[in-house]
Nanobody
Framework: QEQLAESGGGSVQAGGSLTLSCEAS?????MAWFRQAAGKQREAVAS???????TYADSVRGRFTIASDNAKNTVYLQMNNLEPEDTALYFC????????????????????WGQGTQVTVSS
């Protein structure tokens, strides 16, 4: 059964760093990180496909870096200079159907989702 295992969430003060990890139980064409803050809609944070094409939300560009280990079906999100506005439940997502790049930041671009890992950034 397709499954995503997330880890690395936690609590950090503003300006600190965290690294999230997500391992898929199957080979994925594209993996991504989404986040959902309390009372808000889920939003795309970053994604990467097997051609190393990436996307970033404007709010995290320059602070977050997505990386992958294709042999291990694992994706990482290195988060630097964290801000309180980054506080959210972070979800790993995967696409095994090779959807076009235009879907990389869309909820509809992914067919598997992790359970979420909480990131809390304090002032």
């Amino acid at each position: 059964q397709e499954q995503l295992a997330e880890s690395g969430g936690g609590s950090v003060q503003a300006g600190g760093s965290l690294t999230l990890s997500c391992e898929a139980s199957y080979n994925c064409y594209r993996m991504a990180w989404f986040r959902q803050a309390a009372g808000k809609q889920r939003e795309a944070v970053a994604s990467m496909d097997k051609d190393y094409r990436t996307t970033y939300a404007d709010s995290v560009r320059g602070r977050f870096t997505i990386a992958s280990d294709n042999a291990k079906n694992t994706v990482y999100l290195q988060m630097n200079n964290l801000e309180p506005e980054d506080t959210a439940l972070y979800f790993c997502a995967a696409d095994s159907q090779r959807r076009p790049f235009i879907y990389a930041q869309s909820n509809d671009g992914y067919d598997s989702w992790g359970q979420g890992t909480q990131v809390t950034v304090s002032s």
